[in-house]
């Protein structure tokens, strides 16, 4: 059974820092590209971030760049969210999902998704 178990997740201060995890089981971790999206309320599900399999490439949303760093452990089947300079305008639940396709911030290239992590940035 394929899972993918986002945490770290809470409530923080503008300005501060949240690290997010993607723990992912059920399928060959080596081989999927892995992406962080989020849906803030009222809000479309909005790509933010995704890292391929082969060369740890990396892709950003325009409005998280140079303050978010995604990164993976393929030895612990881990992809980590590495968010700074936290504005109000980053609360949203964040869900990590995996796809085949190389680097892609279309929630619809993705196949499998995580419950999701609340963060939530406090002004």
């Known amino acids: 059974e394929v899972q993918l178990v986002e945490s770290g997740g809470g409530l923080v201060q503008a300005g501060g820092s949240l690290r997010l995890s993607c723990v992912a089981s059920?399928?060959?971790?080596?081989?999927?590209?892995i992406g962080w999206f989020r849906r803030a309320p009222g809000k479309e599900r909005e790509g933010v971030s995704c890292i391929n399999s082969s060369d740890n490439s990396t892709l950003y949303a325009d409005c998280v760049k140079g303050r978010f760093t995604i990164s993976r452990d393929n030895a612990k089947n881990t992809v980590y969210l590495q968010m700074n300079s936290l504005k109000p305008e980053d609360t949203a639940v964040y869900f990590c999902a995996s796809t085949i396709v190389i680097l892609s911030l279309a929630p619809g290239d993705y196949d499998y998704w995580g419950q999701g992590t609340q963060v939530t940035v406090s002004s």
């Open positions: 059920g399928f060959t971790f080596d081989d999927y590209a």
